[in-house]
């Protein structure tokens, strides 16, 4: 083939992909299987790899690429990003059109109304067609780079199909449903905090430092402004986003023209209701002056945009007053600020302290003590706080501050970049020794029976327990002493500790708690590993070899072994006969070609998918719950979702049930 035909046949083959991601991504009406959309990356791939001058930062197959930073540039924005003015009912409202009409001298030529999404938002400039760069809001005039992050949003097109000289995209990064709570519960099974809600895993994902784990994280973003066009001119708001729409972003669903404040009413009537369904969350609804002429001329404060104002849904929730707010440093050392209540009553329970989750959160909601805020139950049952009443606020009344120091040990706290949290980093800190102690016997852990937080306080006053080692060295007639102890609880106590020495071993790698090692993963290792000695032996990829052990864990892993404090415990444990040894058995190979192999099924099958699992299971392979990078293939029935996302995202090969059969056939095994 001649050079131009090559170029052709690259440029044609991307072309297609883009219009199947767009109809995948933006669209949601998939016209092939996936099985079909991986065929067709894979050949661009392939002939990419073949002429790797023909690769084009703009080609599908460079979404994700780069190494990871070791901190985001910050960029000024050309011009600032503003915040919207809050409205909470009609009257806010009318107020808001009497001052757009006063400020015209006539009524608005149009409305428009359209979904508050509750996201993050993001500048983004393309050049000629191309995307060049994305910058986070930050604090209105100056925000971080997060280009390479921006590129792994799917639902964002890297070439524009005109290729326009020079424009911005202004929009919103959020996070799907369905993705962030598969996000939290991965997270709660890696030991590691979930994220507060959608908007706060948003706002860490994007700025990340390595964008193939951004990538992961499966964000989307809704276009909803164009501030910069050269050599472009639209009449319109509506135009607008008419026009992202053509160029292949998606934008708001459901926005609407409407011609006064009478069809606005019902649009957010409409939308509170449909909200709880939407698979994203909205925190209510922006009405803008249509005709940009007319926004032109209203201008803006140096806050707000005149020709637009925010209408929020009421929260959820029961009103109660913030009596004060607490820091709790957990055993990670994440510092955690609490909101102390006033008792309310809520689902069932009395509630007096709620969760405020992070510094983002706190500054979001802006809560301060004193003030009056809604309490709901999080899909955790958590108590968290969700909006706070400004017709509560006292006149003096301040901000609230994260602490810069620990409460505890006042060491200056660390925030790592993409990180929700700030933690204390001093492993020496009283606080997180207390919470590593506790998690150490708590039931996750080595569940000792009896060693409640009180006793676990009192033993540390005693000057009884140092380390989770000193456990080992209590003694009945010493404990006997202490007061609430009595000769028979000591002497259960100790009995109790003395039977931890026998827990399996996945049991004591929960307690050691190292980072990003839960209940799965610590079983998993166990069950290869047999033994902390054998661990400690290997290497990141040997771990790695360990069926849903990827890279963090590995590496997290080998980080705790080589940790000179973590030696210590290791060896005063050994000492103390804590060093549980598991028989670690081989693996039978016969008649189970799919050995070594996981598969994970979803959407529909022509046959159950209970059967499928035990037939493949059958031949030796695990199927798994769970898309990660270790699981060797996804088969996707119809209408597959969010586990085929996630496949394609990750790279792993997807194959559909016609595909699958042709696999066990090769392999002759029977369907
Ligand atoms: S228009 C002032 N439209 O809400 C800048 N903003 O609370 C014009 N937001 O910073 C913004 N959905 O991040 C606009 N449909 C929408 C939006 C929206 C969410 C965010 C945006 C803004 C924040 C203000």
Redesign the pocket.
Known sequence: MTRIGERKKVEELRKEIRRHEHLYYVATKPEISDFAFDQLMAKLRRLEETHPELVSSDSPTQRVGGTPLDSLRQVQHATP????DNSYNEGDLEEWLGRVRRGLGREPAGLVA????DG??LSLTYENGGLQRAVT?GNGEIGDDVTANARTIRSLPLALPDRPTAIEVRG?VYLPHEVFRELNRSRREEGEEPFANPRNAAAGSVRLLDPHECGRRRLAFFA??VPRAEGLSFASHSETLERLAAWGFAV?PGWLRCSGLEEVRAFIGQWGERRARLGFDIDGV?VKVDNLEEQRALGATSK??RW?V?YKYPPEGEKTRVRGIVVQVGRTGALTPVADLEPVSLAGSTVSRATLHNADEVARLDVRVGDVVWVAKGGDVIPKVVAVDPAGRAVDSEPFRMPERCPSCFTTVVREPGEVVARCPNRRCPAVRRQRLFHFVSRGGLDVEGLGRRFIDQLSQAGLLEDPASLWDLDAARLAELPQWGDTSAAKLVEQIAAARKRPLWRLLVALGIRHVGEKAAKVLAAKFGSLVALERASTEELEEAEGIGPTIAMSVAAFFTDEEAQALLCRLRKRGVDPHEVVQAPKTEGRPLLGLTFVLTGTLSRPRESVAGLLEEAGARVADNVSRRTSYVVAGEDAGSKLERARSLGVTVMDEHGLRTFLGERRIAW
């Open positions: 990003m503003l915040s919207l359209e979904l508050k999404i993050v938002s809001r919103e909803y402004q708001n922006v707000f945009p637009a925010a």
